[in-house]
C-alpha cells in the first residue's frame, strides 16, 4: 500500500470512530427522551381524560386528541376503569387537546392545546395555550375572517415540566371553564384568561 493510501486510511478510521460515537450518542439521546415523553403524555392524556369525563357529566360534549377510542380499552364507557391499548404508540403523541363543541355563544373551537414545540434553546419545550375566536373582522380586500386569541399559560422544557405546576394550571383554568358553561356565559372564562395570562397572540383565519 501506498503512503498515500496510508494517509487516507488512517483519516477515514478517525472520521469513522466520530461518525460512530455521534450515532451513539444521537441513539441514547433520543431514547431518552422518548422515555421522558412516555411518562409525561400518560399523565397528560389521563388528566385531560378525567377533565373531559367531569363535563360530559354536565352534558357538555368536548372533542378530545388523540381520540379516546385511539389510547383507551374501557370496562365500562366512559366512567368505568379503562387501560392503554397495547397497539398504541404513547411516544408518537406530539399534540393533546381538548375542543369545546357547543354551537352557543361562539364557543365552538374553544380548546386547551400541549404540545411538544422545538424552541431557541435547541430543546422541546412543553406548551400549553387556549385558543378561542374573538368574533369576525371584515377586511376590504380579504372579506369576512374570523380573529382568534391565544393565551400561552406554560412553556417548559420537557424535562423540566414541573407536573404540580401544570395542574395547578389545568385546575385554574377548567374551573373558570366550567362555571362559564354552568352560568352559561362565556365571558367569565374569557374575562378569566385575559386578566390571568397576559401572554397573547391574535391571529385570523
Known amino acids: ?108 373551537g374553544d380548546s386547551l392545546t400541549l404540545s411538544y414545540v422545538p424552541a431557541k434553546d435547541d430543546k422541546i419545550h412543553l406548551k400549553v395555550e387556549f385558543l378561542y375566536c374573538e368574533g369576525e373582522h371584515y377586511y376590504k380586500y380579504s372579506g369576512w375572517r374570523r380573529m382568534f386569541a391565544k393565551h400561552t399559560l406554560y412553556d417548559k422544557q420537557m424535562d423540566k415540566v414541573n407536573l404540580d405546576d401544570l395542574h395547578a394550571i389545568f385546575a385554574d383554568i377548567i374551573a373558570a371553564w366550567y362555571e362559564s358553561h354552568l352560568r352559561r356565559n362565556r365571558e367569565i372564562l374569557l374575562k378569566h384568561l385575559k386578566g390571568s395570562y397576559k401572554h397573547m397572540e391574535t391571529f385570523t383565519q
Do not use: C
Not at 427522551?33 to 411518562?39: A, D, G, I, L
Not at 386528541?65 to 392503554?84: I, L, S
Open 1 to 108: 500500500m501506498s503512503p498515500k493510501a496510508k494517509v487516507e486510511e488512517r483519516w477515514f478510521e478517525v472520521l469513522d470512530k466520530e461518525l460512530e460515537k455521534r450515532t451513539d450518542d444521537i441513539i441514547n439521546s433520543i431514547g431518552e427522551q422518548n422515555s421522558q415523553k412516555v411518562h409525561l403524555n400518560k399523565q397528560l392524556i389521563g388528566d385531560i381524560w378525567e377533565i373531559w369525563k367531569r363535563f360530559n357529566k354536565i352534558n357538555i360534549h368536548f372533542a378530545m386528541e388523540p381520540h379516546y377510542n385511539a389510547f383507551a380499552q374501557f370496562e365500562e364507557f366512559p366512567y368505568g376503569a379503562w387501560d392503554w391499548r397495547p397497539s398504541f404508540n404513547v411516544a408518537s403523541v406530539n399534540i393533546v387537546q381538548l375542543v369545546d363543541r357547543t354551537q352557543e355563544q361562539g364557543r365552538t
